[in-house]
């Protein structure tokens, strides 16, 4: 854990400890895991006493998009520090919104889950230095190699981490830049000068490569924009310099202030995965070969703590002081997010599939819509409405989602299923059932194929 050397009980700076509430949002023993069948895979390495090595236990589970011929990168999950949010990174790979950005553009969606005790040195882990870099490296080949896609260990990485996360994913952009099609921190950010005020944190250097590497800087109001002296108060402080060592050096780094927030993740995935897909669209290649350049014709400028945003040739003020922003959809996305996190979508979620019917139990597949995930499903009989599922879905940070969602942006354990067991099929009479699918701003999908009970 991170304190002030004159009160060990404020957290600051970087941000690398869980909260109380992380902690207790986040139950159950470390063998507490879905099953990694098929298209799941994981690896766990055991800590290591010798210098230089990761100290902590880490299970990797990835999911590989079912008949993906050639992987051509991977996303990141990265939970943030504290046994709680540890924990949680043992549901990340399974999270079906997450899973439509991995399906789009062929790649994997891996989890780490660092078996970090409560209150120990999150450092060991989320400074990639201390031996989870080389871990991480060491899972995709042997996840490669699990799967049958040995172009695992190869291909790019994009990468989103919380907390701790933010630090361990900015860290990895500093030592990998030439790997990272792009990274999104939230609430944490690297070290890139020492601080005596900071002990125990190694800053990194920041390479010219580093520059190219497209990076989000997302944090909540709550954690030191608008309240001030509170617990994470110090996050917006260390934002604010990383933000303006690389962008004052021309780097392609953006902030955006959740207005609602503090140190969960909120509704920021809302904006995180469009961002990632728009860089992830832009540079990812063919399988096998390196990232393109990030194109910054099309890119917009806004202050970071808000404002209206110009084209990047039209931005009237500093923009070496600005924050960069991809390009136009994005930056439309990016003010509906800082003003209420309401980013909108148009577009319906795919309709379910494999619909089956055994007894009186309905079973069902479905993938998340790109945009804005999945809330809900309709089980409709014989053409009327019969029941929603869940009635209400649980996510006490942001909209509400089928697999609920905890303080670290996973779903929670267990996982929900997709089932239904109608409760009074009239005897003797043959119904028809079918499903919709409804995505978090409340569009639906196509009715599903029909499923017949006899």
Same mark, same amino acid.
């Given at each position: 854990? $991170? ?18 509430? %992380?902690?207790? #949002? ?48 991977? $996303? ?16 990340? =790979? ?13 790649? =994997? ?8 005790? %409560? ?6 882990? !989320? ?11 060491? !899972? ?6 699990? !799967?049958?896609?040995?172009?695992? #260990? ?14 361990? =994913? ?30 125990? +944190? ?14 989000? !800087? ?45 140190? %969960? ?7 995180? +995965? ?14 096998? %070969? ?47 997010? +800082? ?39 309709? $089980? ?75």
């Amino acid at each position: 854990m $991170i304190r002030t050397p004159a009160n060990c009980s404020v957290l600051v700076g970087l941000l690398l400890v869980a909260s109380a509430g %992380d902690a207790l #949002a986040q139950k159950g023993p470390y063998d507490t895991f879905p099953p990694a069948d098929a298209p799941y895979y994981r690896v766990r390495y055991a800590p290591s006493d010798k210098v230089g090595e990761l100290k902590y236990g880490v299970n990797y589970t990835v999911w590989v998009p079912p008949g993906v011929k050639a992987l051509r990168g991977i $996303i990141v999950h990265q939970h943030g520090c504290g046994e709680g949010s540890c924990k949680s990174g043992l549901t990340g =790979a399974f999270d079906l919104h997450w899973q439509a950005l991995a399906r789009k553009h062929d790649c =994997a969606l891996l989890s780490p889950a660092y078996e970090q005790p %409560d209150k120990a040195d999150c450092q060991m882990w !989320c400074d990639p230095r201390n031996g989870s870099d080389a871990a991480f490296q060491k !899972c995709l080949a042997d996840l490669g190699a699990k !799967c049958g896609h040995p172009e695992l #260990a190869k291909v790019p990485w994009a990468l989103w981490g919380h907390s701790g996360g933010g630090h361990w =994913a900015g860290g990895m952009v500093m030592l990998h830049p030439d790997r990272i099609a792009g990274a999104w921190l939230r609430s944490g950010v690297p070290l890139l000068a020492d601080d005596p005020a900071r002990k125990g +944190i190694k800053a990194h250097k920041l390479p010219h490569a580093a520059l190219k590497v497209p990076i989000m !800087c997302n944090l909540g109001t709550k954690e030191g924009v608008t309240e001030k002296g509170k617990q994470f108060a110090g996050v917006w402080p260390a934002n604010e310099v990383f933000f303006n060592e690389v962008r004052g050096k021309g780097g392609l780094v953006g902030v955006a202030v959740d207005p609602l927030s503090s140190h %969960d993740c909120g509704n920021q995935r809302y904006l995180a +995965i469009p961002w990632l897909d728009a860089c992830l669209s832009a540079r990812l290649a063919k399988s096998g %070969d390196p990232l393109k350049p990030m194109p910054t014709d099309g890119a917009f400028l806004a202050l970071p703590l808000g404002g209206v945003p110009a084209a990047a040739d039209k931005f009237k003020g500093d923009p070496l002081k600005a924050a960069w922003l991809p390009n136009e959809t994005i930056t439309k996305a990016w003010m509906e997010y +800082i003003k209420d996190t309401k980013v909108s979508d148009t577009t319906a979620p795919p309709a379910p599939t494999n619909v089956k019917l055994k007894g009186n139990t309905l079973t069902w597949e479905a993938e998340a819509d790109l945009e804005s995930g999945l809330a809900s499903f309709v $089980i409709e009989r014989d053409g009327q409405v019969l029941a929603t599922l869940p009635e209400q879905g649980r996510n006490p940070f942001g909209r509400p989602l089928f697999q609920n969602l905890q303080y670290s942006d996973t779903p929670s354990q267990p996982l929900v299923p997709m089932t239904f067991t109608d409760p009074k099929p009239e005897p003797g009479k043959t119904h028809t059932y079918r499903v919709i699918a409804v995505n978090t701003v409340g569009l639906k999908s196509k009715p599903s194929a029909d499923a017949a009970k006899p």
